[in-house]
């Protein structure tokens, strides 16, 4: 049962466009969502979070949407840039499962100069 | 401040052969996890320690999986015998309290576990 799924294994975009990855959720009782980054031969890397009580999160570049309603998180980043390309992975928690985070497949991004 | 350090990077095996991984965490940090990687899939959870108790091990195959904190700082995952389904990276983790609920946890950069 796959309770976190990104469906798009792989995305290419332009450095200085808008980077959407999209991350669905079937698990309700998820409140606290995560996005990390992966570099090859690197472990994850935390990169921006949001809590169920907020819709919209901002750190720099990077924005997290949470659309509850869908079950729905995408990761925004704007510009995007060549040493964005990675792999990201979308995370979630929820206070029954305690601090264990329940990992998307991952996407593929790369940034083109 | 040093990162979480796991060793060694990578590893061939036969199946049924045993074999080990070894992680150090962020020192300080009280919770340490152990994740499996399977190629295209994300993370799993294998088990959760919280300083030397486990906190959670539900999603650890027991009959083959095993791991140990015996000082509340480093700790070792064992598997034997090795199937080839073990196939993946086996990542480590580590955050400063398990019990905080937005703590972040900070990844080693893995072990690569090759079974033939």
């Known amino acids: 049962d796959q309770q976190v799924k990104q469906n798009s294994p792989s995305l290419s975009v332009q450095e200085g466009r808008i980077s959407i990855l999209n991350c669905d959720y079937t698990n309700s009782m998820f409140d606290y969502f995560l996005w990390y980054k992966k570099y090859p031969a690197e472990g994850p890397t935390f990169l921006i979070s949001?809590?169920?009580?907020?819709d919209k999160n901002e750190d720099g570049r990077f924005t997290v949407f949470l659309n509850k309603s869908a079950k729905h998180l995408s990761l925004h980043i704007v510009p995007s840039q060549p040493g964005d390309s990675a792999v990201y992975f979308c995370?979630?928690?929820?206070?029954?499962?305690?601090?264990?985070?329940?990992f998307g497949e991952g996407t593929q991004l790369t940034v083109n100069p | 401040e040093a990162g979480v350090a796991q060793s060694p990077r990578y590893k061939i095996i036969e199946k049924r052969q045993s074999v080990a991984f070894w992680c150090n965490p962020i020192?300080?940090?009280?919770?340490l996890y152990w994740y499996q990687q399977i190629l295209g899939q994300g993370p799993k959870l294998l088990i959760q320690f919280q300083n030397n108790g486990v906190v959670d091990d539900s999603q650890l195959p027991k009959d083959r999986f095993s791991a140990e904190r015996l000082k509340g700082v480093d700790s070792t995952l064992k598997i034997q015998p090795a199937k080839l389904e073990d196939s993946a990276v086996y990542l480590c983790?580590?955050?400063?309290?398990?019990?905080?609920?937005?703590?972040?946890?900070?990844f080693g950069p893995g072990t690569r576990l090759t079974v033939l």
């Open positions: 020192s300080g940090h009280a919770t």
């Open positions: 949001i809590s169920s009580i907020k």
């Open positions: 983790a580590s955050s400063l309290r398990g019990d905080s609920y937005y703590n972040e946890q900070f």
């Open positions: 995370a979630a928690r929820g206070e029954t499962s305690g601090s264990r985070l329940t």
